[in-house]
């Protein structure tokens, strides 16, 4: 089963910048949709951004024109480069793996992003 560490949460400020990085182990990264998500207190987790294998991406809404995702096979990373950061940003980002050859999957432990004057 494949693990997954986050990294690169912290403290930011309205507009700014933060990048969070998911590094995998135990798996064939390459065969797996790699995806970010995140989760407010109170609120449901919800999508941020999802990449294929080949490299085809999908947003939430919210963060569309923001926020890109990206991965790098050879390293076994996905980072997701938050930009124009807004307080409703705010919350637990996870990383998540779903094997294309099954229904099984992994989340990262997560990782807290504050955004704040």
């Known amino acids: 089963q494949v693990q997954l560490v986050e990294s690169g949460g912290g403290l930011v400020q309205p507009g700014g910048s933060l990048r969070l990085s998911c590094a995998a182990s135990?798996?064939?990264?390459?065969?797996?949709?790699m995806g970010w998500y995140r989760q407010a207190p109170g609120n449901q987790r919800e999508l941020v951004g999802a990449i294929s294998p080949g490299g085809n991406t999908n947003y939430g809404d919210s963060v569309k024109g923001r926020f890109t995702i990206s991965r790098d096979n050879a390293k076994n990373t996905v980072v997701l480069q938050m930009n124009s950061l807004k307080q409703e940003d705010t919350a637990v980002y996870y990383c998540n793996a779903r094997d294309t050859r099954s229904p099984q999957g992994a989340w990262g432990q997560g990782t807290q992003v504050t955004v704040s004057s």
């Open positions: 135990g798996g064939i990264f390459s065969f797996y949709v």
